[in-house]
Every structure is written in structure tokens, then in C-alpha cells.
């Protein structure tokens, strides 16, 4: 057969592949549309406070395809029979995000393309490799974008895939729309939590560190992609607000089986003085919103009926070498489950979960690609935990836990000290009114090192400040306050309940915070919580968040090596060396042999 015979068979064969998985579309297109009548009548004549203001329109039929409704049938089709779908695009300051509806298992030969429009034509102004891929929820991917040439709209960004080696084969992404969503105005994340919806907004300006007055907001819930006047929307109330966290009632019609909700599109307005006024309404549209909800009670229940006494969550950036020694030693200490929150890592964390992972490590990561979000996904990670989790610490990868009397004392054979942290949380376990746990830090210095300790940070630095600094918690996560408020790793707590500090006889946390320069470093490139100041920032130069001395470029002080040094605290370091260290070869456990 000749290459020409060759080509119109190809040719042949697309077509009659398209053609199948149109009828397929149109045979779904027109279930769901059955289904969103009948959600539509549901909703019409249910009695209560929810308003509805449905306007219906083509596009609202073919984005319930996105829904919950739908999700069991297309589950049914192969994720790589549909094509690329950018639902959403959000751009920060040094890239743009594409939310897609299809599962990317390889981004090989992914490429961003960018279109300049005018009137009804558009044309193509470069075309660039991704930055990045990787799965979000259970609906979407994402895909890291450059930035578009300088005077160009970030909305004019889609996505192709080379399909062959034959020039102009590609699979192009479906255009679903044209709009971009600015990172400081914006919902980005929902998640269901009984008979509300958590949502995570940015640019609503609530105030820091304190419960906002809810009433002057309001919630949005709709199918398809968010706009002033497209789709249709059920208006519920806010409950509660903090920071970045609005709770939202559901909408009646799917209060009595929360799960419907799965998968819709919400976002947070402000509430208008008279409802009814379309002039009001108008004027002050919600925001932007990328967030559709998820529900993680149904997944966990399924994974673990019985919930581990101890979890801990953490959120990092490019971390990955520090995983390995803090998740082994606080594993020996009792911990049983970790959340690792990864706001966009390029450092190789994947491979070192993974490799956790097939240790028998119960370690999960959850892509947060939110930046300077800190609170907000801690707030995220305590409504995920709390199916799965009695207690739920929130510390950092540079942070151990150490028990000074039980490790000092050993009491019969055996390692002393062991399962320690689940021990005491478990004590604590029946009290009627404990909910939380918190524990002071020591902040250890370079300790005369100029190079990373091969041992690892709990024998290599060895001097810290006199006075601790702050403290961290281990929480309760079912008997947090409805509003997710937190603060500096600790949660307000629900009426009634109240926070226990530990003695320092009893445990203390050894924060490695100033380490050697070459590791200190890398925190100049910016920092994940969202009311700490970066560095580089001419601000706040005597909050306690920044290093003493230290000025607004990554240039390494004078003398740093020998900074901080005001105790020598050699205690974790000597119980590691004499009871977890090999006797015979002298490494750590989290120590790799150099055989």
C-alpha cells in the first residue's frame, strides 16, 4: 500500500471515530438535559430562604457534561477518547494555570498555544512547551502555561498534543471558552462538608486572623463555566467566614442527598441590600470561580472504616529531601497517616512519596497549586482528615517532636520512647473537653555547619536560641470551629472546648529553622503561608517571621554558620545515635548506605 492510500485510510478512520463519539455526546447531551429539567421542577417548588433565578441556554446543557449527574457515564468512556477540554484559566504572576476536564496521563508532546483574536478569526502567536502537569480532583488536570507575550490575553491560551510524527497531527483542545481569572480575585476550591459547601476565596479582603460577619455575603452554585449571565444559579446563604473560607448552604433540592452537589461550580458574592433588585445585582456580580465541590467523607470511609488515633498535614514547596527523615521518625513516634500538600514542587517530590509509599508509609499528596495559601489549605486538610483521623497535627518538615524524659529514662528493654506522640494524643482521646494539643518550639541554628549534615537535621544541628518561639498543634479535627479559622498552625475551636499546652519537661518540637545557608536559602523564592511576608518584601523587618539580620536578598549574612547558637542542645542527637542508629554500619534509619 502507498503512503497516499496510507493517508486517506487514516483520514477515513478519524472521521467515522468522530462520528461515533458525536452520536455518543448528543445521546448523553440530551440525558442530562432530562436530568436538569428535572432538578430544574425539584428546585421550583421547594419551600424554604434558597432563591433560584434560572436562565437557561445552550451552553448550560452541554456543560452539564461536567456534572455529577453525568460523571457516572462518562466515566464509562475511555478518558483518552475525549479530548482536551480547558475549562478554566487562572493567571498568576509567573504563569498561567489551565484547568482541564480530562484526565493528562502524559504530557509528552503537550504544548501551549496561543491565539490573538479579532472579530470572528484568531490566530495562532506561538506555541510553547508546558512548565508542568498533574492531577487535581477527580474531575481535572492541570497544566502549567508561560506567561503570553507581553500585551496578550492569558485567555487566548489552549492546549495540543502531537498526535504522530507527521506534521500537523494534533489533538487539539475543545473550545470551551475564552476567559481568564486573575489569582487575587478569585474561588478556587470547594469542598462539601454535610449540608454545606466549603469555599476557598481570594479577593473578598475579609480580615486576618478574625471571623468575618457572614451576612454580607452570599453563595452561588451553578454547572458550566462561571459567568455574569451563563448557566443557571441556585443563591444560598453564607453561614460562616474567615480569612479566605466562606461556608455556604446548600441549596434545598440537594440538601437530603448532599452528594448531588459533587462536581458543581459555586462562588461567593456580596449579599445585596434588596434581592430582588437586578440594578444591585448587576453592578455586583460574584467572583470568578474555578471551584467545583468535592466530597472526601464517601472516599475515606471506603479506604479506612476506623479512624488512625494520629495524622499530620503539612503544606511545602521543594522540600523533598526533608520528607524521608520526618515521616520515619514521627512514623516511630506514631503517626499513621500523612496529607502532604504540594504548592507546586519541581524538586522530584512524586518519586520520594512514592518511594515512601512502598515502605508501607501511609503518605498521600494532594496537588495545591494555590499560592500563599497556607491557612486555607490547612483549613482544607482538617474537613479532609476528620473522616479519617482522630487527631491531626499541623507542623512543618523541618519540625520533631522530642520527649525529653522518655527518652532520657529507658524503662526495660527495648527502644524508650517509642509510639510516644500517638501515647500522649490517645490519653487525651475521652476528655470532654480537650480539642487541642499544643507544644512549644525550640529554633535550632547552622550549628557551625556550612554544608547539610549527612545524618540528617536531628543529629546534625545541635545549637538553638534560648527562648522558644511560638508553638504548634495537634487538633481535633471534628471539634474545630464551623469557620475553619487558623492561625500560625493552631484552630478556633468549637464553643465549649478548649486548647492544653504542653509542659517542656514533657515534649518540646525541635524547629531546624535556620539551617545551613545553602538550604536557607531556597525559602527567598517565596513562602506558602498567606500572612507571613516574603523576605524579599521591604516590610515587617521585626516580625518574628523573618530571620534576624537577614535583609531583602538571598546573599548569605556574615558569619551565618555560627548564628543562633545561644544553648547547646545535643538531646535528640544523642537518643538517635544510641537507640536508632545501626550499631554495625552507624546510619539512621532514614540514612541511605553509600554501598
Keep these: 500500500m502507498d503512503p497516499e492510500q496510507r493517508r486517506k485510510r487514516k483520514r477515513i478512520g478519524r472521521l467515522y471515530s468522530q462520528g461515533h463519539y458525536l452520536s455518543l455526546r448528543s445521546l448523553i447531551v440530551c440525558f442530562s438535559f432530562f436530568i436538569f429539567l428535572l432538578f430544574l421542577y425539584v428546585e421550583r417548588f421547594s419551600i424554604g430562604s434558597v432563591s433560584f433565578r434560572p436562565v437557561l441556554r445552550a451552553s448550560t446543557t452541554l456543560s452539564l457534561l461536567s456534572s455529577s449527574t453525568s460523571s457516572s457515564i462518562l466515566d464509562s468512556i475511555s478518558k483518552k477518547s475525549l479530548p482536551l477540554r480547558v475549562d478554566d484559566r487562572v493567571v498568576f504572576p509567573d504563569h498561567v494555570l489551565l484547568m482541564v476536564s480530562s484526565r493528562i496521563t502524559d504530557s509528552q508532546d503537550l504544548q501551549c498555544v496561543y491565539y490573538e483574536f479579532s472579530n470572528s478569526s484568531s490566530e495562532i502567536l506561538g506555541v510553547q512547551p508546558v512548565l508542568a502537569t498533574d492531577q487535581y480532583d477527580a474531575f481535572r488536570s492541570i497544566v502549567r502555561c508561560p506567561l503570553p507575550p507581553e500585551n496578550h490575553s492569558a485567555a487566548g491560551i489552549d492546549l495540543r498534543r502531537q498526535q504522530s510524527s507527521e506534521v500537523g497531527e494534533y489533538d487539539w483542545s475543545v473550545r470551551a471558552n475564552q476567559t481568564a481569572h486573575w489569582w487575587e480575585k478569585v474561588a478556587y476550591e470547594a469542598v462539601l462538608d454535610a449540608n454545606t459547601a466549603v469555599v476557598f476565596v481570594k479577593g473578598l479582603n475579609l480580615r486576618p486572623h478574625k471571623i468575618s460577619d457572614q451576612t454580607q455575603l452570599s453563595c452561588h452554585f451553578g454547572f458550566g463555566n462561571w459567568g455574569r449571565d451563563e448557566g443557571f444559579v441556585l443563591t444560598t446563604e453564607a453561614v460562616s467566614a474567615s480569612q479566605e473560607v466562606v461556608r455556604c448552604l446548600l441549596p434545598r433540592s440537594i440538601r437530603s442527598n448532599p452528594e448531588r452537589a459533587q462536581g458543581i461550580r459555586v462562588t461567593v458574592g456580596h449579599a445585596n441590600a434588596d ?252 513562602r506558602v503561608a498567606t500572612y507571613v511576608v516574603d523576605w524579599k518584601k521591604d516590610q515587617n523587618k521585626g516580625s518574628k517571621d523573618r530571620a534576624p539580620g537577614l535583609g531583602t536578598e538571598a546573599i548569605e549574612p556574615p558569619n551565618w554558620r555560627l548564628r543562633f547558637c545561644e544553648v547547646w542542645d545535643t538531646g535528640l542527637r544523642d537518643f538517635v545515635l544510641a537507640y536508632l542508629a545501626d550499631p554495625a554500619t552507624g546510619l539512621v534509619p532514614w540514612e541511605r548506605s553509600l554501598q
Design 275 to 526: 434581592s430582588d433588585a437586578d440594578a444591585d445585582a448587576t453592578a455586583r456580580p460574584p467572583m470568578p470561580s474555578v471551584a467545583k465541590i468535592s466530597s472526601y467523607k464517601s472516599e475515606a470511609e471506603k479506604r479506612n472504616p476506623h479512624k488512625h488515633e494520629l495524622c499530620v498535614c503539612t503544606m511545602l514547596w521543594n522540600q523533598a529531601p526533608a520528607l524521608r527523615e520526618w515521616i520515619m521518625y514521627h512514623a516511630w513516634l506514631g503517626v499513621e497517616r500523612w496529607f502532604i500538600y504540594d504548592n507546586n514542587s519541581d524538586d522530584g517530590i512524586e518519586e520520594a512519596i512514592q518511594e515512601l509509599q512502598l515502605g508501607n508509609y501511609n503518605v498521600t499528596r494532594q496537588s495545591w497549586p494555590w499560592i500563599k495559601t497556607q491557612e486555607a489549605g490547612f483549613s482544607h486538610c482538617a474537613l479532609r482528615a476528620k473522616y479519617e483521623c482522630k487527631w491531626l497535627g499541623f507542623f512543618d518538615v523541618d519540625e520533631f517532636f522530642y520527649f525529653p524524659k522518655q527518652f532520657s529514662y529507658p524503662k526495660g528493654d527495648g527502644i524508650p520512647g517509642k509510639n510516644s506522640l500517638k501515647a500522649m494524643v490517645s490519653n487525651l482521646s475521652s476528655s470532654p473537653n480537650i480539642a487541642e494539643i499544643r507544644t512549644v518550639c525550640h529554633s535550632f541554628g547552622p550549628s557551625g555547619l556550612s554544608r547539610p549534615p549527612p545524618h540528617g537535621v536531628t543529629v546534625g544541628y545541635t545549637c538553638r536560641l534560648q527562648k522558644p518561639e511560638r508553638h504548634k498543634s495537634i487538633v481535633r479535627p471534628d471539634l474545630v470551629d464551623i469557620s475553619l479559622l487558623n492561625v500560625v498552625h493552631h484552630f478556633q475551636l468549637r464553643e465549649g472546648f478548649k486548647n492544653l499546652n504542653v509542659p517542656e519537661s514533657t515534649a518540646v518540637i525541635n524547629h531546624y529553622k535556620y539551617q545551613v545557608w545553602e538550604t536557607f536559602k531556597a525559602k527567598f523564592h517565596r
